[in-house]
Every structure is written in structure tokens, then in C-alpha cells.
T-cell receptor, first 111, second 112 residues
Framework: QKEVEQNSGPLSVPEGAIASLNCTYS??????FFWYRQYSGKSPELIMSIYSNGDKEDGRFTAQLNKASQYVSLLIRDSQPSDSATYLCALRDSGNTPLVFGKGTRLSVIA | KAGVTQTPRYLIKTRGQQVTLSCSPISGHRSVSWYQQTPGQGLQFLFE???????NKGNFPGRFSGRQFSNSRSEMNVSTLELGDSALYLC???????????FGSGTQLSVL
């Protein structure tokens, strides 16, 4: 059974700070990794994908992947109150397997 | 480009009834995945369809079923509803089996 672990939070950061969200996983065969953002009462929205070890930057977001240590993280620079949401980590093996989600980390950015 | 359309948005049913939920994927996407989301369990995978064929099925009882039509629209059905089936049911559209998932707004099902 594939497991995706996230700290449920809430993670509270002041406006303008860097928010760091972490995710660990159990299956070494995992190949594709995704971060989704879910606002309260809304559906998940894809914000980042990463497939190779290292960092991938997209605007204020940076995804970091370390397959040897089996973790993936999301950094949000210059955090804004509008970033307050639950962030879901998701991953997939190569081939014919579904996307598996962690339970999410709730982020609160304090103005 | 239109997004993923799920209907209805809200449903209230009583125990023992059955329910059918509908999902229209993004135009050109041939894969649809369904998830159940509850506060305690998070997003749990139900099924995945590609070109009318079920590719994967999650660990849910046989009361949960689904299908996909030739136009890629998908439906899921839950029979003999139980209180524990109350959840947000999310449909995700993807271009192919290993592609990124884009979610619809979901159907909030309440079983009384």
C-alpha cells in the first residue's frame, strides 16, 4: 500500500516569509510528483509537477525532489494571505497506476 | 477551453437510495479519474477510465461503480447508500493515463 505522508498543520507563516511544505512517500518506484492547492470549499488545483531530482521553479513556487531520501517539498516565497489553503502532495508510479494523494498540509499566511 | 464539468453540484439522499454522478472532461481528454474526499481520509481513489475501459479501481465496495461513454463523459453510481458515503466526489480529467489531472468542482453528497 503506497503511503504519502504530510504534516496536517496548520503551518502558520507571516506575510512575506517563505513557507516550506514537506511530503514523504513509501514507494521507491514513484516517478511523477505533483503539488495541488485546495482552497476551502473548492476543488484541488494543480500548481507544480516534478519528475527529476533537484529543484523546479515556477514564479514564487519551487518544488524540490529527492528520490533517494523519498521526499518532495514545496517552497512558497513571499507568502501572501491568498496562499492560505491546503496543499496536497500527490505521486504516481511509472505505468498503469493511479495518482495517490497525501492528506494535505493546511497553510495559513498571517497578514 | 471549457473545464471539467460535474453535475449535480449538491445532492441529498437517504440511506438505501442510489445516486448517479456525471462528469464531462476537458475537450480532447480521454481519461477520467474519480476520487472521494472526506475530512478524515483525504482523497481516496475510486476508478480511472480511458477510452471507455476501466484501467484502475480503488479499494471500494462493489456498491461503487462507474462507466465511460464514447464521448469521454463518465458517470459513477453508488447503490444502497450508507451514511459513510457522505463526501465530496471529485472527477479529474486528463489527456491520457499518465498525464496531469485537472479536477472539476465536485459533487457534495450528503446521505441522511
Amino acid at each position: 500500500q503506497k503511503e504519502v505522508e504530510q504534516n496536517s498543520g496548520p503551518l502558520s507563516v507571516p506575510e512575506g516569509a517563505i513557507a516550506s511544505l514537506n511530503c514523504t512517500y513509501s514507494d521507491r518506484g514513484s516517478q511523477s510528483f505533483f503539488w495541488y492547492r485546495q482552497y476551502s470549499g473548492k476543488s484541488p488545483e494543480l500548481i507544480m509537477s516534478i519528475y527529476s531530482n533537484g529543484d523546479k521553479e515556477d514564479g514564487r513556487f519551487t518544488a524540490q525532489l529527492n528520490k533517494a531520501s523519498q521526499y518532495v517539498s514545496l517552497l512558497i516565497r513571499d507568502s501572501q494571505p491568498s496562499d492560505s489553503a491546503t496543499y496536497l502532495c500527490a505521486l504516481r508510479d511509472s505505468g498503469n497506476t493511479p495518482l495517490v494523494f497525501g492528506k494535505g498540509t493546511r497553510l495559513s499566511v498571517i497578514a | 477551453k471549457a473545464g471539467v464539468t460535474q453535475t449535480p453540484r449538491y445532492l441529498i439522499k437517504t440511506r438505501g437510495q442510489q445516486v448517479t454522478l456525471s462528469c464531462s472532461p476537458i475537450s480532447g481528454h480521454r481519461s477520467v479519474s474519480w476520487y472521494q474526499q472526506t475530512p478524515g481520509q483525504g482523497l481516496q481513489f475510486l476508478f480511472e477510465y480511458f477510452s471507455e475501459t476501466q484501467r484502475n479501481k480503488g479499494n471500494f465496495p462493489g456498491r461503487f461503480s462507474g462507466r465511460q461513454f464514447s464521448n469521454s463523459r463518465s458517470e459513477m453510481n453508488v447503490s444502497t447508500l450508507e451514511l459513510g458515503d457522505s463526501a465530496l466526489y471529485l472527477c479529474a480529467s486528463h489527456a491520457g493515463p499518465d498525464e496531469k489531472l485537472f479536477f472539476g468542482s465536485g459533487t457534495q453528497l450528503s446521505v441522511l
